[in-house]
């Protein structure tokens, strides 16, 4: 049972590297995208989750493998892995707050929004999410002696950081994470409902937006559970003993969100899905030239 867990957790990686990967070079590859504030956040939130993915499994399989790992390599995967999972609500409420301006002030929109404005927002995301966990790093470089670092614990955010005051200031710094980026949702959203439903010319179109804007709050939702999963995985281990709830929690809060990300925010958007059929298609045509090349080098051998 733990070989599938850990085989379907690479699986499933392998398979976001592979869909990020792509979105990453579809990006890059076409400059209509690199004046468009909403893309860049999205492409900003694909990098970001691609690491935090990466540093997440990385200790996810650990865990398995080694059980233990050094205190100094433990305290670099937990900043990477906390640093970017605090990221991601906190873009993805500036994404709604995008659409929102959009949607509901159209005229503004190409004032308010800039790109500058833009790249300005991604640096704080960064600076609000790191600047707790970078004090909880300095604190227990004062706090614990030099033989703390050179031994070796398992893998977990509060076996390393383990100060009493440091596990407070977390819980705090989470619940106004936590209620800023839920307010966000549900006033942006409410907002871009009530205004798609008022535009709507038909009943179809307003489906459309309903099932767009809910599924923009389920992922939301999904990764504000980041914020509460230490208290959760307390209370179930507690309930349900064993490793299953780890994995369980792990698949539904870290990962099952960053699989709808490329769906809801690149292959269902109709600009994005278009220079990404290209790319693909060209990949393909590539692979396929080089195929004929090769057999036909072969027969001049």
Known sequence: MIFIRKLMVVLVWLLLSYINGSLVATFFRHQTF???????????????????????????????IVYQINVSFCCFFILV???????????????????????????????ICTVRRTYIVIGM???????????????????????????????MQQNVFKNPILVQKRLAFDVIYFSCVFLTLVFTYLRILFVAQALST????????????????????????????????????????????????????YILPRLLSPIIYGVRDKKFRKYLKIYLLCNRCRVNVKMMVAPANRDDE
């Open 202 to 253: 038909d009943k179809m179109s307003a489906k459309r937006a309903r099932k767009t804007i809910l599924l923009h709050g389920a992922q939301l939702a999904m990764c504000m559970l980041a914020y509460i999963s230490p208290s959760v995985e307390i209370v179930l281990s507690s309930i349900f003993p064993g490793q299953g709830i780890r994995f369980t929690i792990y698949f539904i809060i």
């Open 34 to 64: 690199y004046e468009d504030p909403r893309y860049i956040l999205f492409i900003h939130m694909v990098i970001n989750d691609s690491i935090m993915l990466t540093t997440t499994i990385t200790l996810f399989l650990l865990s398995y």
């Open 125 to 155: 995301i960064w600076f609000i999410c790191a600047a707790p966990d970078i004090t909880d790093l300095f604190v227990t470089l004062a706090t614990e002696s030099m033989s703390f670092f050179h031994g070796s614990v398992f893998c």
């Open 81 to 111: 892995a906390v640093i970017t999972t605090r990221n991601t609500p906190l873009n993805l409420a500036s994404m709604a707050i995008e659409r929102y301006i959009a949607i509901c002030e159209p005229l503004r929109h190409t004032q």
